[in-house]
Structure formats: structure tokens, C-alpha cells
């Protein structure tokens, strides 16, 4: 069965910190992989990686595709309260989410 | 402004009730798709569509049917058939089902068992 797990479920810091986020998958027929962010209601697409290796940078979050090791990263660096969010990975094959990464920045 | 719209925003479902969550586009997208929501279980799709009167059952379309008449809008009916529909709604629509294409989502629908 093809499944999509994210790590860690849940994740408190401090503004200024830099935090990594998880997405490994398993699924038949991969085509692509999404983060989205989640704040109150409306998941937010962030990126979409399709190659292995190729970095998607945009301003303090970047991602990254390892298809060989079948994860994703999304790092965020220099943290504010504004990235306080629910964190989605999404692998597009029969287009099946993680459970999410929540996301605290204290100030 | 194009977006997707949900309403209503909270409901409410009584035993043996059927109730109609609304979703209505004006992205000019072919694809759309119904999402239920749990805490800490993610997404999980229900139903969707590619286009114009033709869906596709999700993971969990048991107790959920939808129609998609035209093109902008894709309702979702939760009949009583479906024992635990307490849970969030998110309705999203892509350009087409393309694995290029991202998803956009509403504000989505809470609903609750009387």
C-alpha cells in the first residue's frame, strides 16, 4: 500500500532557529512531490519537486528530493511566528498526503 | 479575484441526515477533488474529477457522493450512510490532474454531529 509518513508529527522552537522537516514516501508510479503549508483553513502550495538533487529555494524555505533514499526535506531557516503552520507532503502518484508536520515558532 | 469557495463554513448533520457541502470555482480548472480532513491523519481524498460530469471514487468515498454538472462547481453530499462524518472539509481544484500541476484549496468546510 502506498503510504507517505512525515517526521517529526510535531516540532516547537524559537524564532531564529532552523528547522528541518521530513516527508518519506513509498508509492508506485511517483510523480511528483509537494509541500504545502497550512495555517488556519487553506493548504498553501510551497514547492513541487520532480528530479533528485535539484534544489527549490524560496526566500528562508528550501526543499530538496532524494529519489534513490525516496525522501524530501524542507528546511526553513531563521524561523518567525509568521512559519507557525501545519507543514503537508504530498507525492503525486495517486496524489496521497502525510499526516503533516506541526510547526510552533515562540517568540 | 479567482479562488475556490466553500460554504458553508461550519455545519451541522443530524442522525440520518443527508447534508451538501458546496464547492465553486472560477480558475477555469478541470480537475477538482473533495479532501476529509482528521487530526494527525492528514488529507485523504474522497472523491474526484477531471472533468465535466465524470468523478472518480478516493480512498474513503464510502458514505460520499458527488456530481459535477459543470465546470466550476463539484458538491459533495455526506449521506447517512457515513458514520462518522465529524471531520474538515477541503475542496481543491488544478489546472488538470497532471502530476506538473499543484493544487489549489478553499477555506474549507467544518462539520459537526449534532
Known amino acids: 500500500e502506498d503510504k507517505v509518513v512525515q517526521s517529526p508529527l510535531s516540532l516547537v522552537v524559537h524564532e531564529g532557529d532552523t528547522v528541518t522537516l521530513n516527508c518519506s514516501y513509498e508509492?508506485?508510479?511517483?510523480?511528483?512531490l509537494l509541500w504545502y503549508k497550512q495555517e488556519k483553513k487553506a493548504p498553501t502550495f510551497l514547492f513541487m519537486l520532480?528530479?533528485?538533487?535539484i534544489e527549490k529555494k524560496s526566500g528562508r524555505l528550501s526543499s530538496i528530493l532524494d529519489k534513490k533514499e525516496l525522501f524530501s526535506i524542507l528546511n526553513i531557516t531563521a524561523t518567525q511566528t509568521g512559519d507557525s503552520a501545519i507543514y503537508l507532503c504530498?507525492?503525486?502518484?495517486?496524489?496521497?498526503f502525510g499526516a503533516g508536520t506541526r510547526l510552533t515558532v515562540k517568540p | 479575484d479567482g479562488g475556490i469557495t466553500q460554504s458553508p463554513k461550519y455545519l451541522f448533520r443530524k442522525e440520518g441526515q443527508n447534508v451538501t457541502l458546496s464547492c465553486e470555482q472560477n480558475?477555469?480548472?478541470?480537475?477538482m477533488y473533495w479532501y476529509r480532513q482528521d487530526p494527525g491523519q492528514g488529507l485523504r481524498l474522497i472523491y474526484y474529477?477531471?472533468?465535466?460530469?465524470?468523478?472518480q471514487k478516493g480512498d474513503i468515498a464510502e458514505g460520499y457522493s458527488v456530481s459535477r454538472e459543470k465546470k466550476e462547481s463539484f458538491p459533495l453530499t455526506v449521506t447517512s450512510a457515513q458514520k462518522n462524518p465529524t471531520a474538515f472539509y477541503l475542496c481543491?481544484?488544478?489546472?488538470?490532474?497532471?502530476?506538473?500541476?499543484?493544487?489549489?484549496f478553499g477555506d474549507g468546510t467544518r462539520l459537526s454531529i449534532l
Open positions: 508509492v508506485t508510479n511517483f510523480r511528483s
Open positions: 481543491a481544484s488544478s489546472l488538470d490532474r497532471a502530476p506538473s500541476q499543484p493544487q489549489h
Open positions: 480558475l477555469n480548472h478541470d480537475a
Open positions: 474529477s477531471q472533468i465535466v460530469n465524470d468523478f
Open positions: 504530498a507525492v503525486y502518484s495517486d496524489m496521497r
Open positions: 520532480t528530479s533528485s538533487g
